[in-house]
């Protein structure tokens, strides 16, 4: 079965940073996109940012947009969330997600069109 395992979660004062990474278990995640989305306490999961499968596209939430930057080895198969300036309401569990189609053009932002997923880690930004 193919794993997603998540990494570098942890406990930061508001304006930390942290960096999360995730890693495939499989070598053919290097042919999709790759996303990160969070879920916080009462709250529906929301998309964060992704990155098409050569690494050369990516797109970010308006929410984080010029805080946090994804990034993809040149393997592809770990893919990386640099969160910077990070506030309070960063605060949630942060899953690694996989597109379920291969080669795909365009990066897609809807949980729907990710199939298979990391168990999260958590992100908790104190103020």
């Known amino acids: 079965q193919v794993q997603l395992v998540e990494s570098g979660g942890g406990s930061v004062q508001a304006g930390g940073s942290l960096r999360l990474s995730c890693t495939a278990s499989r070598s053919t995640f290097g042919s999709r996109a790759m996303g990160w989305f969070r879920q916080a306490p009462g709250k529906e999961r929301e998309f964060v940012a992704a990155?098409?499968?050569?690494?050369?596209?990516?797109y970010t939430a308006d929410s984080v947009q010029g805080r946090f930057t994804i990034s993809r080895d040149y393997a592809g198969i770990t893919v990386h969330l640099q969160m910077n300036s990070l506030k309070p309401e960063d605060t949630a569990v942060y899953y690694c997600a996989a597109d379920s189609r291969a080669y795909r053009a365009t990066v897609l932002t809807s949980t729907s069109a990710f199939d298979s997923w990391g168990q999260g880690t958590q992100v908790t930004v104190s103020s």
């Open positions: 990155v098409n499968w050569r690494g050369d596209n990516t």
